[in-house]
């Protein structure tokens, strides 16, 4: 069974940092695609950014692009979203997700089959 254990989220003040940690259990796959979305109360959820497992490759929403770095350690299903110059709208419940059979790297909800729980992050003003 695969699980995914989101860790640190907290609350921050505007401008500041925050790292999300992401460990993964129960792998099985060749190739994968781990990553974040969030959903902001009252919004929609939206992809953040994602790594492929096999090259390193990642991608970013535009949203933050230059200020959110992704990283990985396959030996340890384990993934990291490094968050700086946060603002108020990075306020959102952060998922980390998990691609079994990616066709291309992108945000594309329906193609993450394996959900965490989710941790908060509040960013305040």
């Known amino acids: 069974e695969v699980q995914l254990v989101e860790s640190g989220g907290g609350l921050v003040q505007a401008g500041g940092s925050l790292r999300l940690s992401c460990a993964g259990s129960g792998f099985t796959f060749d190739d994968y695609a781990i990553g974040w979305f969030r959903q902001a109360p009252g919004k929609e959820r939206e992809g953040v950014s994602c790594?492929?497992?096999?090259?390193?490759?990642?991608y970013y929403a535009d949203s933050v692009k230059g200020r959110f770095t992704i990283s990985s350690d396959n030996a340890k299903n384990t993934v990291y979203l490094q968050m700086n110059s946060l603002k108020p709208e990075d306020t959102a419940v952060y998922y980390c997700?998990?691609?079994?059979?990616?066709?291309?790297?992108?945000?594309?909800?329906?193609?993450?089959?394996?959900w965490g729980q989710g941790t908060q992050v509040t960013v305040s003003s």
């Open positions: 997700v998990v691609d079994s059979d990616p066709i291309a790297l992108a945000l594309v909800e329906i193609e993450y089959d394996y």
């Open positions: 790594i492929s497992s096999s090259d390193g490759s990642t």
